[in-house]
């Protein structure tokens, strides 16, 4: 499904992800675990195709991604959450969640109603202005806007880190959830103590290099 080959990326003459390579079948759930600093956001943000890369490519489904505008991602079913959310402040919360089919110039309205359906606490804020809810609300927002896009693919960079742990447990119920619809998923954290919970297959990350972890479930 997803399948990141030796890739470098390097940010104003700083090499800050060295020959990185993991991949994610359909279905499953990958960790990628590494201190702040370590390269996640990086590595999530090559993928997105928001920095440039060198190497052999990043690959997802039939598409080579380096060949992909950032906003086929996507039509290409891939949903992502940056690790900072994200969300247009003046926008309401069913704006936001919108703005990825908008990017696909899709009208998938039943997504949507899913979303609201795996999400009940959305749609009971669904007119607010992104701006006025707390910061634990807005990651679920982002959450939220990842799924509408993300039929296939998740990237979620860091989704617990800075939430009330009654929060993080939602955040990890939906992810846990999302197990019935075949979704792939792809998780960053600091620590193994939200997702581990979550995963089929661990990565580590230190100083830009990704290494399978030992207590992988499944290589
Ligand atoms: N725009 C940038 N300019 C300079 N250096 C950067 C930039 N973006 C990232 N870096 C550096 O690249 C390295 C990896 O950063 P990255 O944000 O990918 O780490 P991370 O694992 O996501 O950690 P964090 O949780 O702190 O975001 C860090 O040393 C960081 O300082």
Not at 21 to 44: D, E, H, W, Y
Request: proline share 4%.
């Amino acid at each position: 499904m997803l399948t990141v080959t030796d890739i470098t990326v390097s940010i104003q003459g700083t090499t800050v992800l060295k020959d990185a390579s993991l991949s994610v079948a359909a279905g499953q759930t990958c960790g990628l675990i590494g201190r702040n600093g370590a390269g996640k956001t990086t590595l999530m943000r090559a993928i997105m195709g928001a920095l440039p890369f060198t190497g052999q490519g990043i690959f997802f489904r039939d598409h080579d991604l380096a060949e992909a505008k950032a906003h086929n991602r996507a039509e290409f079913g891939i949903g992502y959450l940056p690790e900072d959310r994200r969300l247009v402040p003046h926008f309401t919360v069913e704006e936001n969640i919108m703005v990825p089919l908008w990017a696909a110039k899709s009208e998938d309205r039943a997504r949507v109603k899913w979303v609201y359906d795996l999400m009940p606490e959305i749609g009971r804020f669904a007119d607010r202005r992104a701006m006025t809810l707390s910061g634990g609300q807005q990651k679920l927002v982002a959450l939220a806007r990842s799924l509408v896009a993300g039929h296939q693919l998740l990237l979620l960079d860091e989704p617990f880190e800075g939430v009330a742990p009654a929060l993080a447990q939602r955040l990890m119920e939906v992810v846990a959830d999302l197990k019935s619809e075949n979704l792939s998923v792809l998780v960053s954290d600091s620590d193994y103590t939200h997702s581990k919970r979550l995963v089929d297959k661990v990565y580590t990350i230190e100083r830009g290099q990704v290494t399978i972890a030992p207590h992988s479930k499944a290589a």
